[in-house]
């Protein structure tokens, strides 16, 4: 049984869409061993509670970068976590952190990347006239929204959307592929080929 570590800094709608397949026997072979955020009011965290989960506030707030992700990546540890999910973590990683699990952290973000790093990418999108959006599931590196891809799902953008129609198109997608990115990767059954993550032969 994999044990998942998620950390959100808001409602968590992502974790929730994960602890939803896992009580519904849709994502198999794993569990939530704890979920942190560093905002001590993220709802979230009372969402989790809530389901009888760890549910861990570490606050960023007026600690230095290095202190803060050393004490998650203590509490991940302490609970003994196999893959980490960052889900609505609106807090860049230290190389630190990446390297404390290497090819064991995943993030999910709402364009199909490479195109649309960084904050606001549904807007980004929108902005920029794509007639095709969506939601990217990726390994975390030491870059910013760059690492190995699990998996993509294609959204259209509609004659009649705005921004935030498309953004909450989006936000449906995220919660299917999320529970699939983990799937795949708990399965055992893909590997990396350079900048490719394929099912082995």
Do not use: W
């Amino acid at each position: 049984m994999k044990r998942l570590g998620i950390l959100f800094s808001g409602r968590g709608s992502n974790f929730l869409a994960i602890a939803d397949s896992i009580a519904a026997g849709k994502l198999l072979g794993c569990e939530i061993a704890v979920v942190i955020s560093n905002k001590a009011d993220a709802p979230g965290l009372a969402a989790a509670r809530d389901r009888g989960l760890a549910a861990v506030a570490i606050e960023a707030q007026g600690r230095k970068r290095a202190e803060h992700d050393a004490t998650i990546v203590a509490c991940l540890r302490e609970h003994h976590v196999d893959l980490i999910c960052l889900a609505g973590y609106m807090r860049l990683l230290s190389p630190e952190f990446v390297q404390a699990f290497p090819q064991r952290i995943l993030n999910i973000h709402p364009s199909l990347l490479p195109a649309f790093p960084g904050l606001d990418a549904q807007h980004q999108a929108f902005d920029y006239g794509v007639q095709v959006a969506g939601c990217t599931v990726h390994f975390v590196d030491e870059q910013l929204d760059h690492g190995v891809i699990v998996l993509q799902k294609t959204v259209p953008v509609l004659e009649d959307d705005d921004a935030q129609t498309l953004s909450a198109r989006i936000l449906e997608q995220e919660h299917l592929a999320y529970s699939e990115a983990i799937a795949r990767v708990i399965s055992g059954d893909y590997e990396f080929a350079g900048r490719r993550y394929v099912r082995k032969p």
